[in-house]
């Protein structure tokens, strides 16, 4: 969980982790399921869409800037991959958060 916050906004694959830690991929999903309860790939997911509320919430980029800063190079993708984990656009999530501006 440290290199997953030390490293998220960088590294999005799965099997980049389980290298740092030397490990491999399924060891890494197997401890990751019996500790957390979740695939290391749903940890990575969660992560960023905690940082994408924040930075919608809390700053003044545009949509699509807040997904580059968070490595996605499409703003479409970033916007699918937003309202597939929290049910709302990246548009509808900031505008029901407004008052925290």
């Known amino acids: 969980m440290k290199l997953l916050e030390m490293h998220f906004l960088t590294t999005k694959k799965v099997d980049e ?3 740092m830690l ?4 399924g060891f890494l999903n197997d ?9 290391a790939l749903q940890l990575i997911a ?3 869409l905690l940082e994408a509320k ?4 809390f700053s003044d980029a545009t949509i699509a800037e807040v997904g580059f ?3 996605f190079e499409d703003p479409a993708y970033f ?3 937003f ?3 929290v049910h709302l656009s990246p548009g509808e999530f900031r505008r029901s958060h407004e008052q925290f501006k």
């Open 17 to 19: 982790y389980a290298r």
């Open 22 to 25: 030397d490990v491999t991929l």
């Open 31 to 39: 401890a990751l399921k019996r500790v957390r309860g979740r695939t």
């Open 46 to 48: 969660e992560r960023l």
């Open 54 to 57: 924040r930075r919608l919430m």
């Open 69 to 71: 800063e968070l490595g």
């Open 79 to 81: 916007a699918r991959f």
């Open 83 to 85: 309202r597939k984990g």
